[in-house]
Nanobody, 125 residues
């Protein structure tokens, strides 16, 4: 399974970006998808998760109301729409996939079977 993340870049505070994660090599509709982010010297942190059919999603409190995770099973792609970005959102963003995820473990890096390469998001003026 390969995950290809894209869509990162530089944006001013208050701006928006949409990240994409295209999945190949396995039936996308059988995978739970998630986004994490990481800054230098820090652990990778959970951002959001969406169920295999898109009916359930969870967002970390730090991004709730600003970020939205979604997916399109027809094109095997997950998305992270990021609005009202702040400098604190600057990080490398990773998409991840898992066959199953227990609700109480969804924020754990080790739960996920597959990872993309990361895409850098820089928020600054």
């Amino acid at each position: 399974v390969q995950l290809q993340a894209s869509g990162g870049g530089w944006v001013q505070p208050g701006g928006s970006l949409r990240l994409s994660c295209e999945v190949s090599g396995r039936s996308f509709s059988n995978l739970v998808m998630a986004w994490f982010r990481q800054t230098p010297g820090k652990d990778r942190k959970f951002v959001a998760l969406i169920s295999w059919d898109g009916t359930n999603s969870y967002h970390d409190y730090s991004v709730k109301g600003r970020f939205t995770i979604s997916r399109d099973n027809a094109v095997s792609t997950a998305y992270l729409q990021m609005n009202n970005l702040t400098p604190e959102d600057t990080a490398v963003y990773f998409c991840a996939a898992a066959r199953t995820v227990n609700e109480d473990r969804r924020e754990r890096v080790g739960v996920y079977d597959y990872w993309g390469q990361g895409t850098l998001v820089t928020v600054s003026s």
